[in-house]
């Protein structure tokens, strides 16, 4: 028997519903997603159900409490893993421009990427600080949710069919290498370089629920807070903020901003367009 799709949205009792789901997903597995934006999070919550056999969100919890395997494949349907080398090239244009200049200033760097998935733009932001002579004196604190995307981000390891794609973005976020040196076919995969890893620490972090836990100098969580509602979007942005050493750097996605947030006034805009921001108070 085929499993229905979603329902049109807005139901009282669908909303009920995922309340209860993700109230039990809190309190007996320890996370929490109450505060994601409703619409993503229902398709994706469908989506998990129609794969796991089930006829309702009811049915989807009564599975994830009772089956952790099931709870492993909820979270990843819920974990966010469009991630690319060098995404968004000109990102990292400006942050060779603005940022790195200001990291040339500390004889020891922290930075922490928020929500890094499987590790791409944290090897990427490994490369960038290799080639402007900056990662010898850094620390890069990779954190996501999601224990299997953070193995697959020590792996190391990228799909060949995408290397002409990664190449382009890198050679586009001005590269100054030729990408290939960056890492080595083995068994039908790119393995990255493992002196890019020498100075990443990949850890798991709930960003909806867990606490600062150093002070850093730069900030990176792009295309993360778009899921995010808006109560939530000001917790983790308070978070950051928490984070953030004083003219400490924070960069966001292309849609997500700091405008008409409680902190805006902390923050200087060092590339408004690219969405880097410098904290000031």
Known sequence: ?????????????????????LEAIDRHYGFDF???ALGSLRRRLWRSAAEEGVQSISGLQEKVLHDPQAMERLLAGL????????????????FREHVVP????????????????????TYSLAILLQEENLYERARIYATDFNSDVLARARAGQL?????????????????????????????????????????????????ASDRSFNEFNVVLCRNVLIYFGRDLQGRVHRLFYDSLARFGVLGLGQKETLRFTDLEECYEELDPREKIYRRIA
Request: glycine residues 8%; charged residues 20%.
């Open 1 to 21: 028997m085929a499993v229905p799709v979603a329902p049109q949205p807005g139901g009282e009792l669908e909303r009920i519903e995922i309340e209860l789901l």
């Open 34 to 36: 109450r505060g994601y």
């Open 79 to 94: 974990s966010v893993n469009v991630t690319t080398m060098f995404r968004d090239p000109s990102f990292y244009v400006a």
């Open 159 to 207: 799909p060949l069919d995408r290397m002409q794609e990664y190449t382009q973005n890198y050679q586009r976020a001005g590269g100054k290498h030729d990408f290939s040196a960056y890492y080595s076919v083995e068994q039908g995969t790119a393995k990255l370089d493992e002196a890019l890893g020498e100075h990443v620490v990949f850890a798991q972090h709930n960003l």
């Open 102 to 121: 200001l990291l040339r200033t500390y004889p020891f760097i922290r930075v922490w990427n928020a929500g890094c998935s499987t590790g791409e733009e």
